[in-house]
């Protein structure tokens, strides 16, 4: 059966490795002629919509009917920022968790279905800043949790050193891994969001609501956190650069990000076909 939508990775997988992080011309080309024939191509990350605007831009996808998995899966909308689908968290955990970040002394921000990161961290940690950056989004700082006001919150993050991390993530797991989906998506950067937010969960929202049957998407992603995706597509393909995780869980494996693992995998089962 025929792919009619791909969902794709943005870090490490559509983009180059750091410091470029660009889109290779072949990757342009790839998706732009996938648009062309009415494929769905989804860009899917951790970021929030503000800081995948570009991207779309580039790669002309454009429109109504495309669409983007968002906050790693916290939100599905329209290019244009229409929601479809939404897994978001409850001012309740919002509260708790910026209470025990503001009590252990750890940076973190919330960010809203608006893209803002929120925080009451008035020192602002390192990879905050370097996150509000990457993402283009606004980041305010508020004196309490309570200020952040009627918003939509789509994922929680806590920003530290990554041998920091390693002793943080296992107290988060245990306080809050039952209920909710705590994820490592970078070294420095660990994920708090609601229990059904993860990129294949919001991509089924999505290909229900567009009637598209499982067979016909295709996920391409490196990470853990892509595992889900894989999951929720008819063909998953792992970059060369993917983790060994990600790489036994894919039907195929395709080149690295540095060398337009993502365009190779269009054309081998999209445009080829």
């Not at 960010?111 to 009451?120: G, L, P, R, V």
Request: aromatic share 6%.
């Amino acid at each position: 059966m025929a792919i009619k939508l791909v969902a794709i990775d943005i870090d490490n997988t559509l983009l180059t490795s750091a410091p470029e992080r660009k889109l290779t011309p072949e990757n342009i080309q790839a998706i732009q002629q996938a648009v062309q024939l009415g494929i769905k191509t989804v860009l899917c990350s951790a970021r929030p919509l503000a800081g995948v605007k570009r991207y779309l831009k580039q790669a002309g996808i454009t429109g109504n009917d495309q669409y983007v998995i968002i906050d790693n899966g916290a939100l599905a909308q329209t290019v244009t920022g229409q929601t479809m689908a939404t897994h978001t968290l409850d001012i309740k955990v919002v509260t708790q968790l910026a209470e025990l970040c503001q009590k252990n002394d750890w940076h973190y921000n919330v960010i809203d279905s608006e893209s803002t990161m929120c925080t009451t961290d008035a020192r602002v940690g390192f990879y905050t800043v370097q996150l509000a950056a990457k993402y283009q989004a606004p980041l305010q700082v508020f004196r309490s949790v309570t200020d952040f006001g009627k918003r939509t919150f789509a994922k929680f993050d806590i920003t530290e050193k990554p041998e920091l991390l390693d002793q943080i993530e296992p107290q988060i797991q245990e306080k809050f891994g039952q209920k909710y989906y705590v994820v490592r998506s970078r070294p420095f950067l660990l994920e708090i969001l609601d229990k059904d937010a993860n990129k294949g969960r919001v991509l089924t929202d999505l290909t229900q609501k567009l009637q598209l049957k499982q067979e016909e998407t295709m996920a391409i992603g490196d990470e853990i956190n892509d595992l889900p995706m894989f999951q929720a597509a008819g063909l998953s393909v792992s970059m060369g650069n993917g983790v060994p995780a990600v790489k036994k869980a894919a039907d195929y494996i395709t080149d690295d990000n540095d060398h337009s693992g993502v365009g190779k995998a269009i054309h081998k089962f999209i445009l080829e076909l």
